[in-house]
């Protein structure tokens, strides 16, 4: 279900013209595509903040500092177009993030396929053992 909605914010990114939008679908595509991880996992957050830090800190095998960094600029620069006026994303920032998404969102696909029950249990026992 996350995958669909991934692919529906990609192709409406793809479709929109507005600065702002493309700033959110591109995000939104990258945060439904992680969210499926998450899902596969069956770990459920519904703070993207907290989804981003769970990919930091349990998927650091799959994804890059430099993908989680991608993800959490996305996030930052959505939050910054989408609720204030005063404030400025680079054009620079912008381009990367447009540019990385459909590779980001293969990426997770991957992980998807690639994701072994083991890892997946392991995930789960240290989720846990922190609640504990």
């Given at each position: 279900?996350?995958?669909?909605?991934?692919?529906?914010?990609?192709?409406?990114?793809?479709?929109?013209?507005?600065?702002?939008?493309?700033?959110?679908?591109?995000?939104?595509?990258?945060?439904?595509?992680?969210?499926?991880?998450?899902?596969?996992?069956?770990?459920?957050?519904?703070?993207?903040?907290?989804?981003?830090?769970?990919?930091?800190?349990?998927?650091?095998?799959?994804?890059?500092?430099?993908?989680?960094?991608?993800?959490?600029?996305?996030?930052?620069?959505r939050i910054d177009t989408?609720?204030?006026?005063?404030?400025?994303?680079?054009?620079?920032?912008?381009?990367?993030?447009?540019?990385?998404?459909?590779?980001?969102?293969?990426?997770?696909?991957?992980?998807?396929?690639?994701?072994?029950?083991?890892?997946?249990?392991?995930i789960r026992n240290v989720?846990?053992?922190?609640?504990?």
């Amino acid at each position: 279900a996350y995958l669909k909605k991934a692919e529906e914010s990609l192709e409406d990114m793809r479709m929109v013209k507005t600065r702002d939008w493309k700033i959110a679908t591109a995000y939104y595509t990258m945060y439904f595509s992680v969210y499926a991880v998450l899902m596969r996992l069956g770990v459920k957050s519904e703070i993207h903040s907290c989804t981003i830090e769970f990919m930091k800190r349990f998927l650091s095998d799959y994804f890059s500092e430099r993908e989680c960094e991608l993800l959490e600029d996305a996030f930052n620069a959505r939050i910054d177009t989408q609720y204030y006026t005063d404030r400025e994303v680079k054009d620079e920032t912008i381009n990367k993030i447009i540019e990385s998404v459909p590779d980001f969102m293969v990426k997770c696909k991957d992980i998807l396929l690639k994701i072994t029950e083991r890892e997946t249990s392991e995930i789960r026992n240290v989720l846990k053992e922190s609640k504990e």
